[in-house]
């Protein structure tokens, strides 16, 4: 329709050469046209499409520090706040080379429509820095969260905008980010960041919480299905917290994981990824390599170097756990031909859009990010409740939660979709489920 194909033109005209948030901003407002339909001239009048693909603010700043040799260097730092219609600001920080302005709009407007669907009052925002963490020292890595955390505390607050971790933030940097906020600030709100040790106010099943939530999801999409996990072959990609919650989770319920991937290729384990090897995934973590061949090597399975498992391995379920725009229309097109049914996206935006409609034009069911990854989120949401609660829940009790927050969402797409009069398509589901509520809050709130 005109308003909304309107909005996508001006977006791309205002934001030249952000080829990821004009991705994720073309696949939103295209799949939500039935409720703009619905209440187009109010949505125009107040500008809520204009409004909503345009942050509240992008903050960007420098990062000086020193390595152990006592050479300087300066780094990027970003946080982009992009709406509270609905809660403080909420997501995570990344520490990745390849982190630009581009992929933190990407990021923070994904979030926003993901914490939507949680149902939990928090808005969208993402920030990190292109700061490679990979063979750092502590030490280096310490002098770079205090010397980011110096200019990000002024922009963060317990109910302003709460900051967890993403690729290359960990329990580690969420500890020094949090030391030096302290220090700052002269007060203990831990209620600050989520992520947080379990010794200063952090929440038990935090680190296996995207992956336990994703493979929560798919049990309700598979049940939709008539179907259920136990028995199914799993194709998975990284290596990291997310692919380990969910190997962790599904072969608990009785799937069974074949691949797992890192920068340097893919192992395939015709035996399953399970028992002590989902353990190994967490030493290869921390050792800092950043290698998936070490897995082969300890556990003599093969290695294919340079490559991802998409459209080269058979199975039931493909999980990419890594990162964004990963499975192009070439991994599509060989997923069909293998018959691979069922895509669980993990990672944020890990298929570009011309897979996504690639595949569902030929039948595969594809679960989109935004509500299959919101388990992280939800439970770093849960996080802030024990922290202003000043309780801590056991782990039985947060993975119930959990649990129930997924199969809400799940619940909620579905719900959405029958409104509607619109059949099984998840992607448009997640999607108009969260713009309702966000545009909602904004209407509500009036303009600002």
């Known amino acids: ?88 600001y909420k997501g995570g920080l990344r520490f ?29 925002a993402k920030g990190g820095s292109d700061f490679d963490p990979t063979g750092k020292s502590d030490s280096e890595i310490m ?23 993403d690729i290359g933030v960990g329990g580690r ?41 994703a493979t929560y999801f798919l049990v309700d999409v598979l049940a939709h299905q008539g179907e259920s996990i136990k028995g199914k072959t799993f194709c998975l990609s990284g290596f990291g917290n997310v692919a380990w919650g969910a190997a962790k989770k599904i072969s608990e319920l009785g799937g069974k994981v074949l691949t797992i991937s890192g920068p340097d290729g893919y192992v395939y384990d015709e035996d399953g990824v399970s028992g002590e090897k989902v353990d190994y995934m967490l030493e290869m973590r921390s050792s800092n390599r950043n290698r998936v061949q070490d897995y082969s090597d300890k556990f003599g399975c ?51 859009n011309e897979a996504i409609a690639y595949l569902q034009q030929h039948g595969v069911i594809v679960a989109p990010s935004k509500a299959v990854n919101a388990g992280g989120v939800a439970t770093s949401g849960l996080e802030m409740s024990q922290n202003s609660e000043r309780l801590s829940w056991s782990a039985q009790e947060v993975d119930e939660k959990l649990h129930t927050i997924m199969s809400n969402i799940h619940a909620k797409i579905c719900d959405t979709l029958d409104a509607y009069g619109m059949e099984y398509n998840l992607v448009a589901g997640a999607n108009l489920a969260g713009f309702k509520k966000v545009a909602e809050a904004m209407l509500a709130q009036g303009v600002y």
């Not at 001006?10 to 939500?32: C, D, H, R």
């Not at 009048?45 to 420098?62: H, S």
């Open 1 to 88: 329709m005109s308003y909304i194909s309107d909005v996508i033109q001006q977006t791309a005209q205002k934001n030249p050469n952000q080829p990821q948030f004009m991705q994720t901003v073309t696949e939103v407002l295209g799949s939500i046209g039935p409720a703009v339909e619905q209440n187009e001239e109010t949505l125009r009048k107040f500008c809520i499409l204009e409004r909503m693909v345009e942050p509240d603010r992008q903050i960007m700043f420098r990062v000086p520090w020193m390595d152990d040799k006592g050479v300087y260097h300066v780094n990027r730092g970003f946080r982009i706040q992009f709406n509270n219609a609905i809660g403080p």
């Open 96 to 124: 990745h080379k390849d982190v630009d302005l581009d992929m933190m709009k990407f990021l923070s407007f994904e979030q926003t429509f993901k914490n939507s669907l949680t149902s939990l009052p928090m808005g969208g």
């Open 143 to 165: 002098r770079f969260c205090q010397s980011f955390m110096n200019e990000l505390y002024r922009h963060i607050g317990p109910d302003m905008d709460v900051p967890a971790g």
């Open 173 to 213: 940097e969420i500890g020094f980010l949090f030391g030096q906020y302290k220090k700052i600030v002269g007060d203990y709100k831990n209620g600050v960041l989520t992520g947080k040790g379990l010794s200063y106010g952090g929440s038990l099943i935090r680190p296996e919480a995207t992956g336990y939530g």
């Open 302 to 352: 093969k290695f294919i170097a340079g490559k991802k498992p998409w459209g080269n391995v058979k199975a039931d379920i493909y999980m990419p756990c890594a990162t964004q725009n990963e499975i192009h229309i070439e991994d599509a097109q060989a997923m069909v031909k293998l018959g691979v049914p069922v895509l669980n996206e993990v990672a944020n935006m890990p298929s570009t």
